[in-house]
């Protein structure tokens, strides 16, 4: 059986350093040996597992196949079961740690991960109501925990900002360069408006970077991108 492997890390610093998923795919290759599956495709989203998997780029692309999706886990897809019901609505989903489950398992397996995830918020705000609440009535201690953390989160946001930001260039920048054969053949055979080859691209099926249609704006950037014109009549 033919399938499409999906890998997700939250953030970019994640993906710069490689966390995650080596172990993702090793996850994904040893189900498919032991299942017989065929991965012709892989996709990697860098995004948080809040974002509904129709609204991810790389998941955009993998749905366009028409093909099973394996991840490696199933919070890889979503922990929330809204998410997950719509996906499988739209597509066959497959989890590498427990490649036989179907719908109805997976389904019951992601209604207890967002039960265990609500537990886990829940008794996080807890404990920082608690530690507020010390800081409040002059611990010094906790006020000095409370700065700490504050001061983490800022520099953590920060840092995962930048991170993302140069990863999601060079993705495009890789997306780019995978394009240009296909922009160079139509413009040889002489596609002359931006229209025109925004229709030759789709037509091939080759998405934009964010998994859309290409219309005339984005084909000009990415001509503009790629440093290439229309021939002269």
Not at 44 to 73: N, W
Not at 93 to 117: I, S
Not at 178 to 192: E, Q, T
């Amino acid at each position: 059986m033919d399938v499409v492997a999906y890998i997700r890390v939250s953030t970019g610093k994640q993906e710069a350093s490689g966390l995650g998923l080596e172990a993702q795919l090793d996850y994904i290759q040893t189900a498919a040996n032991q299942q017989g599956w065929n991965i012709v495709a892989t996709y990697s989203d860098t995004i948080s597992g809040s974002v509904a998997p129709e609204e991810r780029p790389q998941m955009a692309l993998a749905l366009s196949h028409g093909l099973p999706i394996v991840a490696a886990k199933l919070d890889r897809f979503s922990r929330d079961v809204e998410h997950m019901a719509g996906l499988m609505k739209r597509v066959q989903v497959k989890v590498a740690t427990m490649p036989t489950a179907d719908n109805f398992q997976l389904h019951l397996f992601a209604a207890l991960a967002e039960q265990e995830r609500t537990f886990i918020r829940q008794r996080v705000k807890d404990a920082l109501e608690a530690l507020q609440a010390r800081a409040d009535n002059g611990c010094v201690e906790s006020v000095a925990k409370i700065e700490r953390r504050t001061e983490a989160l800022q520099k953590g946001r920060k840092g995962n900002v930048l991170v993302m930001s140069e990863v999601k260039a060079e993705k495009v920048k890789e997306h780019q360069a995978k394009l240009a054969p296909f922009v160079m053949a139509a413009l040889y055979k002489g596609a002359s408006t931006l229209q025109a080859l925004a229709d030759v691209l789709n037509a091939q099926a080759l998405f934009t970077s964010r998994g859309g249609e290409w219309s005339p704006t984005t084909v000009r950037r990415l001509m503009l991108a790629l440093d290439v014109t229309f021939k002269k009549a």
